[in-house]
């Protein structure tokens, strides 16, 4: 019964701003959600990623700056808060969780159990 339902999607112009909202129900926000997109003939990769143990946040390094992540626990919902998008940020971007605690920087895919169903960002003039 684990379920990401994400949201805040949409076009966007170079240099806007947009808020991903990422709603969990079915498990406990103590395990890691990550932030992953996937542009067309790309791999998915991992933008973002929130610790459930300590709260530590990581980043990809082509959103480093640029992009926060949070958890409002309250609410079962984790943000994505994207800025100065560019062309590059274009993609169905993803939540996901994994119970890991360690390494969550290097976005191991196969450490994430559950997946959301994707929104669109398209960053065009």
């Known amino acids: 019964q684990v379920q990401l339902v994400e949201s805040g999607g949409g076009l966007v112009q170079p240099g806007g701003s947009l808020r991903l909202s990422c709603q969990a129900s079915?498990?406990?926000?103590?395990?890691?959600i990550a932030w992953w997109r996937q542009a067309p003939g790309k791999e998915r990769e991992g933008v973002s990623c929130?610790?459930?143990?300590?709260?530590?946040?990581y980043y990809a390094d082509s959103v480093k700056g640029r992009f926060t992540i949070s958890r409002d626990n309250t609410k079962n919902t984790v943000y994505l808060q994207m800025n100065s998008l560019e062309f590059e940020d274009t993609a169905v971007y993803y939540c996901?969780?994994?119970?890991?605690?360690?390494?969550?920087?290097?976005?191991?895919?196969?450490?994430?159990?559950?997946w959301g169903q994707g929104t669109q960002v398209t960053v065009s003039s």
């Open positions: 996901a969780v994994t119970r890991s605690t360690w390494y969550l920087e290097t976005f191991n895919y196969y450490d994430y159990e559950y």
């Open positions: 079915g498990f406990t926000l103590d395990y890691s």
């Open positions: 929130i610790s459930g143990s300590d709260g530590s946040t």
